[in-house]
């Protein structure tokens, strides 16, 4: 490179094509950093959504279990259920009206010889392989996924309870079926990116209930046998999976990386495992930072322009235009970031500057900016009432304190897919305002009547039992909410949310409150 005093002298060694050729080679490896950075991230991101589906899922099946385990077992301590004397189509009854209630796909007795019973009479369910062992053992069991019905292809989980008298002796037994239904939009709802594949495993490895991309009672693992890879064996995933422990590991064919993340069902002998792709995963990130590759190159190129047409000014101005070269190159050399790089617009054209990478909703930044935008076009929506909720996790630091920052983010991971799922319900926008806060606008609401009733199942919703390693744990929140009056800007709004918030907090939490109401509060 030459010096200052070259120039002076006048005995600069660059020309245009040299440059040039600098400008071409630092384009070219622009692009190479690019891909070999995209490729870093998206592996990153790959372990990253696979392993937060599982997280999301995880609790939500269990739950459902578990609630079906406890409405089971406080039938079975009804005396009018386990007497034999009481008439076989009062108990049927009964649990008719219960299932009114809970909306199984069914609730039904079975007597001491293994007949189901309801409305038409009984029918045989002594061939059922879990019925013998429940009748054998006394002992609680869960299925796995099985063809039932007249028509022999409804899909259905059955989990049965022994019914025993005072000596212990069964009497008879109480089954409910799950919804197959339910738990496949459990698995598409908890994925955390649209490529992520979704699946429940069952007891003999075989695919149950799944997102697409799996087919139904295929063995898992015998197509990935010969592609497991980096340090895991198809014989140690089997391992693990068989003793219900958490498993993750890669496999390659060819050009196609997937990478896998397993856990098991607590009270279940499944396990829920969850796939992400490489190369679906590289292009979504490359998509993203293509705006940001295509403005660098494009400076690159603008530059050269720019210096081609100086230099093809008069040959007395060589020695300013070389300068100004070299200032360029201390630039583009340098570890220092220029003063005028406008990092903020970078970040907005990033998905790492949209969103929260913890809990998947837009940063604050992004969502004031879009709140912004949404208040200023509102006019097609001149029916439609717009409320903002401001929503604080109560007493978030105790469960940090108590389990540990690991089962915080979970808590609000499961925050914020809850909360994504009434941004989509009511064509709205979600976004982690700091640390536990979260501020929600929802645009499709009819009148105020509507938005009472949302925010009533909100705050029952915002109840989370949460499950992390060993620990269980139940998270509430606190909400804040504004109605926009159609003048106020989106700071005012925001404010209004958080005032109606503050007097949540004052009188006891885990409840609601409407800025209008903050007099009479």
């Known amino acids: 490179m030459p010096t200052e005093n070259d120039i002076v002298r006048g005995s600069s060694r660059f020309s245009f094509k040299r440059i040039a050729a600098y400008g071409v080679a630092l384009a070219l490896c622009a692009l190479a950093a690019f891909l070999v950075g995209g490729a870093m991230i998206a592996i990153d991101r790959m372990q990253r959504i696979a392993a937060d589906s599982v997280a999301a899922s995880k609790p939500q099946i269990e739950s459902r279990v578990g609630e079906t385990f406890k409405l089971l077992s406080t039938l079975a301590d009804q005396p009018a259920l386990i007497d034999p004397a009481t008439p076989v189509m009062d108990k049927v009854r009964l649990l008719d009206q219960v299932n009114e209630h809970y909306g199984y ?15 038409t009479g009984p029918a045989s369910l002594a061939s059922r392989d879990y019925l013998q062992k429940l009748f054998a053992t006394g002992e609680t069991v869960i ?14 989980y059955t989990v049965a309870e022994p019914l025993m008298d005072e000596g212990g002796a069964i009497t008879g037994a109480l089954f409910a079926s799950l919804y197959f239904s339910d738990i496949v939009d459990i698995l598409a709802r908890s994925v955390f990116d649209s490529q992520v594949e979704s699946a429940i495993i069952g007891s003999t490895g075989q695919i149950m209930s799944a997102t697409p991309g799996y087919a139904y009672g295929d063995q898992f693992l015998e197509p990935l046998r010969p592609h497991i890879v980096f340090g895991m064996s198809a014989d140690k995933v089997e391992s693990e999976l068989r003793a219900l422990n958490p498993v993750s590991f890669w496999a390659v064919d060819g050009l196609n990386v997937r990478y896998y993340v397993a856990s098991p069902l607590e009270g279940t002998s499944w396990d829920v495992i969850c796939t992400s792709s490489f190369w679906n995963t590289y292009a979504q990130v490359m998509t993203s930072i293509a705006p940001v590759m295509i403005v660098v190159v494009a400076l690159i190129g603008l530059g050269l322009l720019l210096i081609r047409h100086h230099f093809s000014r008069q040959m007395e101005k060589a020695r300013l235009l070389e300068k100004s070269v070299i200032e ?9 970031r220029p003063d005028d790089v406008d990092m903020a617009e970078i970040l907005e054209l990033t998905s790492s500057g949209l ?19 949404a208040l200023r076009h509102a006019d097609g929506k001149d029916g439609s009432l717009y409320a903002l909720c401001f929503i604080d996790l109560d007493d978030f630091k105790l469960i940090n304190d108590a389990y540990g920052h690991a089962a915080g983010d979970v808590a609000l991971k499961s925050v914020g897919y809850l909360l994504r799922e009434y941004e989509r319900r009511y064509e709205g926008l979600v976004g982690r305002y700091g640390g536990d806060e979260f501020v929600l606008l929802m645009t499709d609401l009819d009148d105020e009547a509507e938005l009472v009733a949302v925010l009533d199942e909100m ?4 109840h989370v039992d949460v499950k992390n390693a060993d620990c269980s744990f139940m998270v509430h929140g606190s909400m804040g909410v504004a109605i926009w ?32 109401d903050e007099d009479q509060a």
């Open 105 to 119: 796909f069914l609730i039904c007795y079975i007597d001491a010889d293994m007949n189901v019973w309801d409305e």
């Open 143 to 156: 299925t796995d996924s099985f063809p039932a019905g007249a028509d022999g292809a409804t899909l259905n």
């Open 328 to 336: 360029l190159e201390r630039k583009v050399y340098s570890d220092e």
């Open 355 to 373: 969103t929260d990478g913890l809990t998947g909703v837009v940063t604050r930044s992004v969502f004031t900016s879009k709140l912004d935008g």
């Open 459 to 462: 705050v029952e919703a915002l």
């Open 485 to 516: 009056d159609r003048i106020s800007g989106s700071d005012a709004l925001i404010d209004q949310a958080d005032k109606a918030l503050y007097l949540v907090k004052q009188q006891g939490k885990q409840s609601y409150c409407l800025y209008r």
